[in-house]
């Protein structure tokens, strides 16, 4: 319940019919109407439940959001309008909310209408459940695919008050961000400016969501949005140079990164998790841009599943990546251990490299040359099961 | 022995200890010294090999080629530089050519050397097989994983004299062009100034190896190299408003087409090869490119597989690629039935749908708009056992 785990929130998951089976509607509220800020899917073709909720965004602030799975609500035209606004009209006024305040954000299939009704009849239900503990309930509510629940939450001390940060998400195909390609909402109880939430979300987001990848798939769906309700009590921070904020964007970056990790290593099928460091890069965005492109190659992903040492298929990524960079600089470790330098590989301890690519992580690190930027990236091993999940996805 | 079907061109293969089995050591050669061009890999990470022959193909000219599979000669360093000039040394001696009018490519496992003492072994027994009927053997020393030979050919009548067209290519995985992705080796006895060979081979690359993609990997060893030696006695060809280019130009483009569904076809794994027309685009380039980004999306892929009608998957698709359209105008076809309308999806009969989804061949047709570009990219589906396959390729 990592969603309620900030002070006045609270939440709530429901099985209202959307899916056969399953809880499939959640609810995600603040006692008080809150900061918020959004980032979305950059896909040409969105659902309208991103559209509403991006734009009513704009004033930066909500009270809650209504979110669902089994049903994208995408490619539902004009339909897909009309029927998310209808369930957030009866949603404020169950709520006694301005409508204009609530947010809707939509996960499953594509190109399938929400059914409104049977949504409509489990609101009352839904209301009425809404509890700090229902919070695991909502984040189960918002799984597809996802086996397991991905939640995260941390607080710091700060000027005297507790300041407290909880965050969920769902994956776990359709993941190459940019935006998440996923659902994630994140909940603080500090009191902050709304440009300044907009500026640590962007900040945490760049190193975390936007750096996994699962398939290469981007969707029309991809939500992340932040809820500040100030009810930790501390004075309102306004500036990025104030410690508080510093305070906050580091520890939200830190659960967004944790949070990451965990999508990639619960990617449709996925066996384990990878992460790709790249070090000696010009800038931080182009070294997460490499390590990603690394760590989404289908090749490379089957090897490693395979628990291939197959570091070719690495320097065959980072080539086909438009970052440029000197191939004969680049060195490649698998763990600590080095099995390329120069661009060339050497001699190393197969055995040592075989008990790495064994684990359930699988770090790998490369220099690509003199910069003195790094970022990391994190994906998954390519499985029979992604390719049997995606092909009954509908059955 | 399609790549010996014009005029004045001999091949061979053979087996020479590269891999553990099977033929792995190819030479085509043209009678005297032909007309040549080429293209190959954008990826950052070239092959020596790739990198000698690209270099010697700008006098435009080249005598013949000697290529290897099991081993790509990538990420060898200055050795891989020696290796394969020691290779070109000592067959142009055996040949009597000067050896820089000699190309060499390579495909097969990355990071490797060339094993230089088996090859060159090899080289008398391979020059001395040198034949029309030995084309085939050529062509299947080219082949890593693919599961069968890719030839085409080609003839029309011209001022009286005919002229033949041949050409032959190994996929079957690392296939997602900019350029192809594989080694396509193109003859014909048409006699052509090399400047117009060039302009005729980019157009037919376009539209049918730049069309096509497996997995998004694109590796480090692509060249596709074309030979026209003049046997067929043609007045030379000097202007692309000439006739004979243009019958040459097309024919061209028509077998490139055929080779590229065939590798398509052939990819590693598959079951279905699947080709996406997408119609109403404002320049072919961009049709084509909005068909790729289909094609390749692994959860599309997967759904075709699963024989399962995704549609949304299709949008998601188009709509993550960079090239503007308007979802609202959308129309897709799985073969003459039409699953969506003005973006949004509408009633169909399913039986007819997956009638289409059981056969070999997907034909998939995309309306994005009303502009006057059509353009199609072809691919296959995502299987488990692309994931086997490259989960063990080194074993």
């Known amino acids: 319940m990592s969603i309620t785990f900030p002070k006045g929130f609270f939440a709530n998951g429901i099985h209202c019919g959307i899916k056969k089976e399953g809880l499939d509607l959640g609810l995600l509220i603040s006692t008080c109407v809150a900061k918020a800020s959004g980032m979305f899917t950059t896909n040409q073709v969105k659902s309208p439940s991103v559209v509403i909720t991006s734009e009513r965004l704009k004033l930066g602030i909500l009270r809650g959001i209504i979110a669902n799975s089994g049903c994208a609500n995408a490619c539902t035209g004009n339909q897909g309008f009309l029927d998310a606004e209808a369930i957030l009209d009866e949603l404020g006024s169950l709520l006694k909310e301005d409508s204009k305040l609530l947010g809707i954000a939509s996960t499953g299939v594509i190109g399938k209408r929400l059914p409104v009704d049977k949504i409509l009849e489990g609101l009352p239900l839904l209301i009425d459940g809404l509890s700090k503990e229902a919070g695991t309930l909502f984040e189960r509510a918002i799984m597809t695919t996802d086996r397991v629940v991905k939640e995260v939450?941390?607080?710091?001390?700060?000027?005297?008050?507790?300041?407290?940060?909880?965050?969920?998400?769902?994956?776990?195909?359709?993941?190459?961000?940019?935006?998440?390609?996923?659902?994630?909402?994140?909940?603080?109880?500090?009191?902050?400016?709304?440009?300044?939430?907009k500026i640590a979300l962007k900040s945490a987001v760049d190193v975390s969501l936007n750096a996994i990848t699962i398939d290469k798939d981007m969707s029309t769906n991809d939500s992340v949005i932040a809820l500040a309700n100030?009810?930790?009590?501390?004075?309102?921070?306004?500036?990025?140079?104030?410690?508080?904020?510093?305070?906050?964007?580091?520890?939200l970056k830190e659960i967004m990164i944790e949070l990451a990790k965990k999508i990639a290593k619960d990617g449709e099928g996925a066996e384990k998790l990878i992460e790709v460091e790249v070090i000696g890069a010009e800038t931080e965005e182009q070294a997460i841009r490499m390590a990603r492109a690394v760590v989404g190659s289908n090749?490379?992903?089957?090897?490693?599943?395979?628990?291939?040492?197959?570091?070719?298929?690495?320097?065959s990524s980072l080539?086909?990546?438009?970052?440029?960079?000197?191939?004969?600089?680049?060195?490649?470790?698998f763990g600590d251990v080095k099995l390329v330098e120069n661009g060339v590989g050497i001699d190393f301890d197969e055995h040592r490299v075989i008990k790495i690519l064994e684990g359930k992580e699988v770090p790998i690190k490369i220099i690509v040359g003199e910069g003195k930027a790094r970022g990391r990236a994190w994906g998954c091993d390519l499985t029979p099961d992604y390719v049997f999940i995606n092909g009954s996805y509908l059955s």
């Not at 195909?173 to 500090?190: E, K």
């Not at 090749?299 to 298929?313: D, H, P, Q, Y």
């Not at 080539?319 to 470790?333: E, L, T």
Request: aromatic content about 12%; hydrophobic content about 40%.
């Open 230 to 251: 100030g009810k930790a009590d501390n004075i309102e921070i306004k500036e990025t140079s104030e410690k508080g904020f510093v305070l906050f964007r580091d520890a």
């Open 299 to 315: 090749l490379f992903k089957s090897a490693i599943w395979g628990k291939e040492i197959n570091w070719g298929r690495i320097m």
């Open 153 to 197: 939450q941390t607080s710091f001390f700060y000027n005297g008050v507790t300041v407290r940060i909880g965050a969920c998400a769902k994956g776990s195909g359709m993941i190459h961000p940019n935006l998440a390609t996923l659902l994630c909402f994140i909940t603080t109880d500090m009191e902050i400016d709304k440009e300044l939430l």
């Open 319 to 333: 080539g086909a990546n438009p970052d440029p960079f000197d191939p004969q600089k680049v060195s490649i470790f």
